[in-house]
Structure formats: C-alpha cells, structure tokens
C-alpha cells in the first residue's frame, strides 16, 4: 500500500481503549480481542494510520494494556503512533488525559472509540474534511426506525420524526482552539457520553457525516461474528 498523502492542517487523532468491557464478559480489553487476525485495536489504528488527514495518534488504554498498544504499533507498523496514555476512571477523563499527550500546536482533534474497528481510512477522512469546513463534525447515521418517546411506566406518550434522529457515532472532530474553549467552559464534563455534547453546551453546530452503516462499536461478543463477516465480506469485494 502507497503511504497516504498528508493534510496541510495538523489533525491528532485520539483513540480511546480504556473501558472495562463488562458487558463482553471478558477478563482483558476487548480492543485486544482477535478479529478476523488482528486485534481489534489493530483494525482501528491502521484505519488511522492511512487516513490522508491524520498527522498523529494517541491511544489512551488501560495500564495493563499499554506494553500491549507498542506491540501492536511494531507488528502493524503504526508510524503515526506518538505517544500511549493511561485512561481515566471515566471516557470524558480517558479523552483528557489523551489530550495532554497531543502535539500542542495540532490545528484538528479527533477523538474515536478503539472499539470502533470497522471505520475506514476514508470515513476517517470524511469526518475530518468535514470538521476541515464546518470547524465541528461528527459521524453518525441516520435512524430508520419509527422512534417513540416512551412514559416512565413504559406506555408510549409520542412520536418522534426520524427524519431528524441519527445514532451518534465516532470520530468526532473539532477545529483544536474551538474544543479547548469548550472543555475550559463546562463544569460537568466528566458525566457526558461523547464529546458533541460539549458543543451543544457551548452552542456551537456540529455536521453530521454519514459513513454508512457499518461503523459499529464491539460492545456485546455477538458483535465480534458480525464484524468478521463484514470485514470478510469488504475482503472479497477488493
């Protein structure tokens, strides 16, 4: 494979591997899990690694995994990898311990969920060259689902129009001045589940990008067949 060709704006790409895992029933990481060969975190940092718009990349997992992340960056020739961080007692704290090892000067943050291994180089791109123009963007998909707002007792009070629902998804990307105002502006931000969610409380549009609906996150140990027959079935098609 050709070396990609480089962004002229500075990106850092986050990828964060340091939850628990509970509901994959398993003792160690699920990013470290085997997928089709490879580590599941494996699958996400090449992904990165040949996106045309990322310039680095921090991975932040738990302690007992971090020897684990370098063995993958030599076996896998992750040449973008700049530094491994250790995670925090929560994702929001996991993300800003991951910031604090980015270059300082980065124009562009993309923040992505390590178990989201079946991004490609260019949904990757996608999202970012969108952040590129609109200075926020966030992949995410669109819900094909008739969706009810349901009452405390379980009765369903409403309907929503799923013209305008999406799942929200990573990466998630922010023009690097933009983001840090937001961090510097939130007290709450360690119980938030994803980083939009400090620009809805500063204010400021995302753009959403649909990458399609592929993009899934190993949560349950299901997932894992269902993303070797993707990942087998992108095979054949090449």
């Not at 998909?141 to 009452?151: L, N, S």
Request: aromatic share 6%; hydrophobic share 45%; glycine share 6%.
């Amino acid at each position: 494979m050709s070396a990609p060709r480089k962004s002229a704006r500075y990106t850092a790409a986050v990828i964060v591997a340091a939850g628990a895992s509970t509901r994959m029933h398993t003792e160690g990481s699920k990013t470290l899990l085997p997928l089709d060969g490879k580590p599941v975190l494996a699958h996400t940092l090449l992904a990165f690694q040949n996106a045309a718009t990322v310039s680095e990349i921090v991975v932040v997992a738990r302690a007992e995994d971090i020897d684990a992340v370098f063995d993958i960056q030599e076996i896998y020739g992750i040449t973008k990898l700049r530094a491994v961080a250790r995670g925090g007692a929560t994702r929001a704290l996991s993300v800003e311990a991951g910031l604090k090892k980015i270059r300082p000067d980065a124009d562009f943050i993309a923040i992505h969920d390590g178990a989201r291994c079946l991004i490609t180089p260019e949904g990757v791109d996608s999202v970012i060259e969108a952040a590129y123009r609109y200075r926020a963007a966030s992949a995410a998909m669109p819900v094909f689902d008739t969706v009810k707002i349901a009452t405390k007792r379980g009765y369903i009070a409403s309907t929503i129009d799923r013209n305008t629902v999406f799942t929200v998804q990573t990466p998630q990307v922010f023009q690097a001045e933009l983001y840090f105002a937001a961090l510097s502006s939130v007290t709450d931000r360690e119980n938030l589940t994803d980083d939009n969610q400090l620009m809805e409380k500063l204010g400021f549009p995302v753009r959403l990008v649909d990458i399609g609906r592929e993009n899934l996150k190993i949560t349950h140990p299901e997932d894992l067949s269902l993303a070797e027959f993707i990942l087998k079935k992108r095979s054949q098609t090449l």
